[in-house]
């Protein structure tokens, strides 16, 4: 079984529409939940951390997070086209390490 | 705001060679790590290190590859004897604790000919 899932996409969203990005976990212990952007041939950039099950809001970006599912998700509201990018879903595991969904590319069409 | 600095930005080497990626990670952060990232692929854990000695590794991390702190700034990453395999972007990153988000420096871009 995969540790951390992403769909690979693309996926893509108009300028202006909500960008939905989803993410699945298999270890239940996991306590710790990232989303990181990557532009291409640039590293990942840190975006949201969530802890707690729930939502958690910063600016345009809201992390999901579902302990139980084992699920994680990213919404993206008023899209923009500086958006596009490939977001990366991480989990830590156990004490130390990240580890990284394959990433789900998303381009924001003008 | 504060940066974790990775030099070189790209490095070319041939197989069979030494090299030694070098990093400065966050002044105030205690725990640092290294990934790789192979074009087109998902982002790998190969170590962490804190308290001046490696906490975990991965499989990838074998015999070939150390880590070092040699001062209060620097944290390396030596792969003794390179393989073409090797080529990828290398991450370094850096956090307060365990719980806290990894902050990425730029990378280094190893290519192995």
């Known amino acids: 079984q995969k540790e951390v899932e992403q769909n690979s996409g693309p996926l893509s969203v108009p300028e202006g529409a909500i960008a939905s990005l989803n993410c699945t976990y298999s270890d239940r212990v996991s306590q710790s939940f990232f989303w990181y952007r990557q532009y291409s041939g640039k590293s990942p950039e840190l975006i949201m951390s969530?802890?707690?099950?729930g939502d958690k809001e910063d600016g345009r970006f809201t992390a999901q997070l579902n302990k139980a599912s084992q699920y994680v998700s990213l919404l993206i509201r008023d899209s923009q086209p500086s958006d596009s990018a490939t977001y990366l879903c991480a989990v830590k595991w156990g004490a130390q390490k990240l580890v990284f969904g394959q990433g789900t590319r998303l381009t924001i069409n003008p | 705001e504060p940066e974790v600095t990775q030099t070189p930005s790209h490095q070319v080497t041939q197989m069979g060679q030494e090299v030694i990626l070098r990093c400065v990670p966050i002044s105030n952060h205690l725990y640092f790590y290294w990934y790789r990232q192979i074009l087109g692929q998902k982002v790998e854990f190969l170590v962490s290190f804190y308290n001046n000695e490696i906490s975990e590794k991965s499989e990838i991390f074998d015999d070939q590859f150390s880590v070092e702190r040699p001062d209060g700034s620097n944290f390396t990453l030596k792969i003794r004897s390179t393989k073409l395999e090797d080529s990828a972007m290398y991450f370094c990153?850096?956090?307060?604790?365990?719980?806290?988000?990894?902050?990425f420096g730029d990378g280094t871009r190893l290519s192995i000919l």
């Open positions: 969530i802890y707690s099950n």
């Open positions: 990153a850096s956090t307060t604790s365990g719980d806290q988000p990894q902050h």
